[in-house]
């Protein structure tokens, strides 16, 4: 018989990897929860109208269609059938669709529900996302994403906020990282005073790849894209900007002096700055004029942040957007969101070892089975222990004590708790740590007043 398998780029996830991924996701709630954020959840499939040509149309041909239930070829002639053209049979038979993200399903919310909801709104939403990608290490075709986003206010506190949150995770975490942040009106402004404002998307990848390539390849990359050798030499000082973050931004108010544009994005990241230096703050906050992920949907603030121990791409990101909910008939909510990438956090966890040892939630106490008598008297007493919080099972049949012992190990469970007849008797039980070895001979509270 052939053995049973699951689908290209999806995961099954063991005990172990589902107490570590709960543990993130618990992390990450907790920390939304105590800005204010409430959690919302969507269905798993949308309707196609919904999704289709929000994610351009790369991202159209990434979803996942569902086709209609019944007869799903019933609307379509023998024509069409023979045509075997795959787009039109994929309009006809299908209404529904796996989501591609969280954010287009969170925008037909906010429409849908405008008036139960009040502004501004903090939502926070950790469910499983899927694309039609092809699979490779490190992407999947069903993954989770962790967003928070608050909508229907313009105040700069919301990103300042948005900055201390993803610093309380990652310190909750213990992973050391760097929140880098950018501003799209810059940018803009970036471009314009050079006279190309048209190029911003080809200036910012040629400029984002300055680490990698060096700044003559750099350059010769923006000469391939088009720019003038006079629009190369105005940005020198900007691709080679150095110094602290307030030092930076003085330079780009002379350099950019005639932008409107992006005078305004540099008081927003003032202003950032000014909020921002009256809180402590694990992490280092840096302003990277390469950072340009998003740029035809993000309109202000840009945010990555990049583990420092570790070599993986960004493991949190987001920005200000100006019209989340326009595609629905619902024009000026702007808003600002992060995503969390669970996945990744996992693995710089995995590879750092820095999960706390109660954040697998394994069983803390094995009773030993020795028989219907044992058992019987066992049965109210471990309910005890149980009620007193602690993790507990009772091996569910008398077999040798070599195998319940090893199925302790296998579980990693720390203490085993021995009850013969003279412990019976005595009215103790007798507990064995597994790591030490060690046995006492305690009563029930002690036992709970020592595990709980």
């Not at 045509?83 to 849908?112: H, I, M, S, W």
């Not at 919301?158 to 310190?171: A, C, G, K, P, S």
């Not at 501003?183 to 984002?208: H, P, W, Y």
Request: charged share 25%.
């Amino acid at each position: 018989m052939q053995k049973p398998s699951i689908p290209k780029g999806t995961r099954d996830f063991s005990p172990e990897e589902m107490a570590k991924r709960n543990y993130i996701f618990n992390t990450i709630r907790e920390v939304y929860h105590l800005y204010g954020f409430q959690q919302i959840e969507t269905p798993a499939m949308e309707n196609l109208s919904t999704l289709m040509g929000k994610y351009g149309e790369e991202g159209d041909k990434l979803l996942f269609k569902i086709l209609n239930s019944g007869d799903c070829l019933s609307g379509m002639t023998d024509e069409e059938l023979l045509e075997r053209n795959a787009v039109k049979f994929g309009a006809k038979a299908c209404e529904k669709g796996l989501r591609y993200d969280l954010t287009v399903p969170f925008a037909r919310f906010v429409v849908q529900h405008r008036n139960e909801i009040t502004f501004p709104f903090k939502r926070y939403q950790i469910q499983p996302v899927w694309r039609a990608d092809r699979p490779q290490k490190g992407r999947y075709r069903e993954f989770y994403q962790c967003d928070g986003d608050v909508v229907g206010s313009d105040s700069l506190m919301n990103e300042v906020e948005l900055i201390q949150i993803m610093d309380e995770v990652f310190r909750r975490f213990g992973i050391r990282v760097c929140i880098k942040m950018n501003n799209r009106k810059i940018l803009s402004g970036i471009a314009e005073v050079i006279g190309e404002a048209d190029k911003i998307v080809d200036i910012t990848v040629a400029i984002d790849k300055l680490d990698k390539i060096g700044l003559e390849q750099v350059n010769e990359e923006l000469r391939s894209r088009g720019l003038s050798d006079e629009a190369i030499a105005r940005l020198q000082p900007i691709i080679l900007l150095t110094g602290t973050n307030r030092e930076k931004l003085a330079v780009l108010k002379e350099e950019l002096a005639q932008s409107e544009i992006a005078q305004k994005g540099i008081a927003e990241m003032e202003f950032i700055l000014d909020r921002i230096e009256q809180v402590p703050m694990n992490a280092e906050l840096e302003l990277d004029l390469t950072l340009a992920r998003g740029l035809n949907y993000y309109t202000g603030a840009i945010f990555e942040v990049k583990a420092l121990d570790v070599q993986i791409g960004s493991i949190t990101g987001g920005g200000r957007y100006d019209n989340l909910t326009g595609v629905f008939g619902l024009s000026g909510v702007s808003g600002v969101g992060i995503s969390f990438g669970a996945d990744r956090i996992f693995d710089v966890l995995n590879q750092l070892d820095l999960y706390p040892a109660d954040s697998l939630q394994t069983t803390q106490l094995l009773f030993v089975n020795f028989g219907a008598r044992e058992e019987a008297y066992l049965f109210p007493l471990i309910a005890k222990v149980r009620a007193a919080g602690i993790r507990t099972e009772l091996y569910p049949e008398a077999a040798k004590m070599k195998k319940q012992m090893s199925y302790a190990d296998t579980k990693k469970i720390p203490f085993v708790a021995l009850v013969g007849e003279n412990e019976i008797e005595a009215g103790k039980v007798n507990l064995k740590n597994m790591l030490t070895g060690e046995q006492n001979s305690v009563t029930v509270e002690e036992l709970i007043e020592q595990l709980g």
